[in-house]
């Protein structure tokens, strides 16, 4: 069993940025692919990063070159640093793991990007 915990969300204003983390815990050997998601209020969840546990990463189109996904293996966990924040990045951000084949969620952190 995994259990992902999500920190580092908050309230900036437009031009700012943040750095969520997501710490995997339990009796984990090898955490595969993480990832962030994020779900906007009345929108469906979408992908917003990923990377592998040999640290090759893939973006969206609305966060490449503002977003860097990384991660510590060694600690099992996975960061979102997110500069340039627009209004349109206010979501509720969620990580997620593959740990043997099975996919494992948090509970979310709140990114409010406001004036």
């Known amino acids: 069993q995994v259990h992902l915990v999500e920190s580092g969300g908050g309230l900036v204003q437009p031009g700012e940025s943040l750095r969520l983390s997501c710490a995997a815990s339990?009796?984990?050997?090898?955490?595969?692919?993480m990832a962030w998601y994020r779900q906007a209020p009345g929108k469906q969840r979408e992908l917003v990063a990923t990377?592998?546990?040999?640290?090759?990463?893939n973006y969206a189109d609305s966060v490449k070159g503002r977003f860097t996904i990384s991660r510590d293996n060694a600690r099992n966990t996975v960061y979102l640093q997110m500069t340039g924040l627009t209004p349109e990045d206010t979501a509720v951000y969620y990580c997620?793991?593959?740990?043997?084949?099975?996919?494992?969620w948090g509970q979310g952190t709140q990114v409010t990007v406001s004036s």
């Open positions: 990377i592998t546990r040999g640290r090759s990463t």
């Open positions: 339990g009796s984990i050997f090898s955490i595969g692919t």
């Open positions: 997620n793991a593959d740990y043997l084949s099975r996919i494992y």
